[in-house]
């Protein structure tokens, strides 16, 4: 089986070179020769308007999915703390499942977590399963994956949803490889497709220049990963629901790594992901100096200040402040973008804010586009004139 080009019929098109995502086409002779690099996708057989590439590749089917059922929810515990990211989840589990007609059920492993399952269920679990044993009091890669694996192969759920962290990242390509199913990374967006029932992921790509929405139509579970922040958490009027508890089946196959000491890293700063109010600056602010109007803003407002990837590199505020693609993603009551241009790679950080303020020279800015209100002028006389306003508002003048 193969894909073949009938030289009589091909006018040199050009066609099915741009179809082409894999350079596997070349013009030779003004004809359209198929190179070694081709991976037989047959993208370029239905582009080609002349008949000329032919294939006697059978078309892939998609499998029978129907027994495959249910929006499920990964919950991350730390010391037997649940995560926001895992709640966050499950209110986005909520709308899929609801576009489905299907139920949200929450997955929760530790040891002595089993009182967090009501937890689960009043931000609208309609199931959990809960593994609970020694053996997983501290997170381990294999151990975890033998019990979601097991899970996953005995209930079937059509979407698998965990929170893109420091263990979910580590957990989810692993438990994908083990399921043989598709995985798509840091989702800043979930939908269902009204046709095909399918669920499309969004993500950043090429770098954050564009965004990506992803299907997959052939595995099942269909696996994402979702930064935290991203989603919003939702709690249900009447939480109702089962309680489950697995039994797990960790063998000595799975207890190969030895975990000897656990140390937990003591947090710098703040954490502006649970901030209700933030002042962000970009390239715009000038220099660390600049940046001192947002600081003095930020406490007029109780908020806090944040920046992009630039004012990072720029030394003018700490990374664990940075806003985007590369640093955290915010949901704030109140977001003002001051002198940021609005790359997709910062907006992809905060979008998702209640209402979004941005004061830029440009008004051609990129920022604009997402912005509830927005300021043309030089940031840096804006700011303190708002600051000056505020105190005579607030009474501070």
């Known amino acids: 089986m193969g894909i073949w080009v009938n030289k009589e019929l091909c006018n040199g098109c050009k066609r099915c070179l741009k179809a082409c995502q894999y350079n596997a086409i070349e013009l030779v002779e003004g004809k359209a020769f198929i190179t070694d690099r081709c991976t037989l996708c047959c993208a370029c057989v239905e582009f080609c308007k002349e008949k000329a590439i032919l294939s006697d590749i059978p078309p892939r089917e998609v499998p029978d999915f129907s027994q495959w059922k249910d929006v499920w929810v990964f919950v991350e515990q730390r010391d037997g703390k649940v995560l926001k990211v895992g709640l966050e989840l499950l209110g986005m589990a909520q709308e899929l499942a609801s576009a489905l007609g299907e139920n949200v059920v929450g997955v929760l492993l530790g040891y002595n977590v089993a009182s967090k399952a009501e937890l689960l269920l009043k931000y609208g679990a309609q199931k959990v399963y809960v593994a609970d044993s020694p053996e997983l009091e501290a997170y381990s890669t294999l151990p975890y994956t033998r019990v979601l694996t097991e899970l996953v192969n005995a209930h079937r759920p059509s979407i ?17 490889r083990r399921l043989a199913a598709g995985l798509t990374a840091d989702c800043t967006e979930l939908s269902i497709d009204p046709q095909e029932k399918i669920l499309l992921q969004t993500r950043p790509a090429f770098g954050g220049n564009i965004m990506a929405t992803i299907a997959n139509r052939f595995s099942r579970p269909q696996m994402a990963t979702v930064r935290p922040g991203v989603m919003e958490a939702k709690e249900v009027a009447d939480p109702k629901g ?75 505020i700490p990374q664990s402040r940075q806003v985007g693609q590369t640093g955290v993603t915010v949901r704030p009551e109140l977001y003002i ?37 927005g300021i043309v002028g030089d940031v840096r006389e804006i700011v303190p004139l708002l600051a000056e306003e505020l105190k005579e508002r607030l009474g501070r003048g």
């Not at 698998?160 to 994908?176: W, Y």
């Not at 660390?288 to 992009?308: I, M, Q, R, Y």
């Not at 905060?350 to 800015?365: C, E, F, G, L, T």
Request: glycine share 12%; with cysteine; proline share 3%.
């Open 337 to 373: 973008a001051c002198g940021i241009s609005g790359a997709i790679q910062h907006r992809a950080g905060m979008m998702n804010s209640r209402y979004i303020v941005a004061i830029n020279k440009d008004p051609h800015a990129p920022i604009f586009q997402v912005a509830d209100w």
């Open 242 to 316: 089962e309680v489950i508890n697995v039994d797990t089946h960790i063998g000595p196959q799975d207890l190969i790594v030895e975990l000897i000491k656990y140390q937990k890293e003591a947090k710098a700063g703040v954490d502006i992901t649970e901030a209700k109010v933030i002042v962000a600056g970009g390239r715009g602010m000038g220099d660390k100096e600049g940046f001192e109007s947002l600081w003095n803003l930020a406490h007029l407002l109780n908020g806090e200040v944040a920046g992009t990837r630039v004012a990072v590199e720029e030394g003018w």
């Open 160 to 176: 698998f949803l965990i929170g893109a962290t420091i263990l979910g990242r580590d957990l989810a390509p692993r438990l994908s």
